[in-house]
């Protein structure tokens, strides 16, 4: 027996929420794929942001006639006398626990069906609450000893890919799941229902050898050298060639309820009133490829 990930809402879209911490360029894609593409099912109906003040949430809303939810998180944070909101002591995990429970009460009026985590960074566990899908930079299929190695974040998937000699790189979206303590075990660690077909590495004229000489001379982050500017430029390209292609269609299928797991946890993908069993859904701007 197959059960959906998310049941299909009856004779209505699916009412999506949208987080976002930054630019907004992931949720701006996923704004246009629905406007465009109304037939999919599913629809935007709140922006939600924890960076009020820096990110381009406000612009967006206004743009794209979304309401917007604003629940600033560093704020909330130095409120209660912290400058950080890390989660490395218990007190600061105490106060994003009591972040997410406002959080909670702020999106009950909206009836939200499901959430897109689009460039947010404070890990929340709205994941206990609702499905949230996750787009992240590293094709997270990948793994060594049962260990997803392009799991992490910011810069991180895609240096490690560059060091170890990938030729290309991939998207993933992954359905989040919520976590405990710091969250470093629970990190990037969901079903992977789709990524973006390969996008090809461009190291800039350097070699593997020396972007890794330069990560053996780092000391102390920020870094600012040779190898980041080469990640940074290879992950805008991913994130335009990536992230935009996979996550709409991700949240579409997802939306329509092609996606469901066995009672052993295997994801299976609906394609013409057909139950397949999958590793993941590769995804194209033509078209998808179910992945055995």
């Known amino acids: 027996m197959i059960d959906h990930f998310f049941s299909v809402p009856s004779g209505r879209p699916a009412r999506i929420a949208v987080f976002m911490s930054g630019s907004g360029t992931n949720a701006e894609a996923l704004l246009r794929y629905c406007a465009e593409h109304p037939e999919n099912g599913c629809r935007v109906t709140l922006l939600v942001t924890d960076a009020p003040e820096t990110s381009r949430a406000r612009r967006l809303s206004a743009d794209w006639g979304v309401p917007l939810l604003e629940h600033g998180i560093r704020a909330f944070y130095a409120a209660r006398g912290e400058t950080a909101i890390s989660l490395v002591s218990e007190r600061r995990r105490a106060i994003r626990a009591e972040w ?93 229902l789709g990524v973006s077909t390969p996008v090809p590495v461009d190291l800039d004229g350097e070699s593997v050898a020396a972007l890794a000489a330069v990560r053996g001379a780092r000391q102390h982050a920020p870094y600012r050298d040779r190898l980041r500017d080469v990640a940074a430029r290879n992950l805008e390209r991913l994130k335009i060639e990536g992230d935009h292609v996979v996550l709409p269609r991700v949240v579409a299928d997802f939306a329509a309820g092609r996606f469901g797991r066995d009672r052993n946890g295997g994801l299976y993908f609906r394609e013409a009133e057909q139950w397949l069993p999958c590793r993941t859904v590769e995804y194209g701007r033509d078209g998808r490829n179910v992945l055995a």
Do not use: K, W
Not at 103 to 130: E, K, M, Q, W
Not at 131 to 153: F, K, Q, S, Y
Not at 156 to 181: D, H, K, M, N
């Open 100 to 192: 997410t429970d406002c959080l909670r009460s702020l999106l009950a009026p909206h009836a939200i069906d499901f959430g897109v985590l689009a460039g947010f960074v404070p890990l929340c566990n709205i994941t206990a609450d609702l499905p949230c899908l996750n787009v992240h930079p590293g094709d997270l299929t990948v793994e060594e000893n049962g260990r997803r190695i392009l799991a992490g974040l910011h810069f991180r998937p895609v240096e490690t890919a560059i060091l170890a000699g990938y030729a290309s790189l991939r998207s993933s979206v992954i359905l989040a799941q919520p976590f405990e303590g710091n969250g470093e075990a629970e990190m990037d660690s969901g079903p992977v």
